[in-house]
């Protein structure tokens, strides 16, 4: 069977996510040389991490990114504005930020914009690109999902992003779920951004088909920890010899 894409077309869709807070150093350097060997777009890596990610992928084009105010959003926007400043000047070239998720719930639209701006200004400073997480496992309105990606492409924001692989939702009995990327969200957020302004899915995509899946939904980017068991069922399937 032949392949629809090519191996470096899908490996350049995976941010290769180490964001686990339990993650040890030894860990994040075997996950960054996993990054490596499958030759993906970037890792995601905990702040703490950059220097640790830097000296592993240098001489690679693997690019090293990090999150800000990551995984719930609600630090100050001073806070989120400093640590973009630090995390750039460590080398970070990405940066994923999430909004403030309760202003955003209740409808503070002009904290909302001021707080992602923020993050997105200073980034673009040091030339790093902005991924902005809407964190759709709380954020369910589709009307409050638009305006979101209506505000991201307002200031700037290079990407739009799904969730940040930690939205547990807490139901009745106690138990937590999640849903992470959802067909659905990626389709409506695309739709609500022109081309210029990328889409990013993560959370729970965890196999080639669904990677393939969400590159025909208009997705450019997927957040993943599942990257070796993906780009390796691709080998498998189309015989393919590169790395």
Not at 35 to 59: D, H, M, Q
Not at 97 to 120: C, H, Q, R
Not at 121 to 132: D, E, L, N, S, W
Request: glycine residues 8%; hydrophobic residues 40%.
């Amino acid at each position: 069977m032949e392949a629809k894409y090519s191996y470096s077309e899908l490996a350049k869709m995976i941010d290769h996510s180490l964001l686990h807070p339990a993650l040890t150093d030894k860990e994040i350097v075997a996950g960054c040389k996993i990054a490596k060997k499958y030759n993906v777009a970037s890792v995601c890596i905990k702040p703490s991490g950059i220097e640790i990610a830097k000296a592993v992928l240098l001489g690679t084009d693997v690019a090293v990114g990090t999150v800000i105010g990551f995984p719930h959003g609600s630090t100050l926007t001073d806070v989120k504005r400093y640590e973009t400043e630090a995390v750039c000047k460590l080398g970070a070239t990405e940066v994923d930020m999430v909004i403030n998720i309760g202003k955003a719930l209740s409808n503070e639209w002009k904290y909302v914009t001021y707080d992602i701006k923020a993050v997105v200004t200073v980034a673009h400073r040091y030339g790093a690109i902005t991924k902005v997480i809407i964190e759709t496992d709380y954020i369910t309105n589709k009307n409050v999902k638009r305006h979101l990606c209506n505000i991201c492409e307002e200031v700037g924001a290079d990407f739009v992003k799904t969730s940040t692989g930690f939205g547990f939702v807490k139901d009745d009995s106690g138990k937590y779920s999640y849903k992470g990327a959802t067909e659905y969200d990626v389709e409506l957020m695309r739709k609500a951004c022109s081309p210029k302004v990328l889409i990013k899915a993560a959370g729970g995509i965890r196999d080639l088909d669904t990677l393939i899946r969400m590159r025909e939904l208009g997705v450019s980017r997927i957040g993943a920890t599942a990257t070796a068991q993906i780009l390796d069922e691709y080998k498998r399937r189309y015989n393919a010899k590169e790395n």
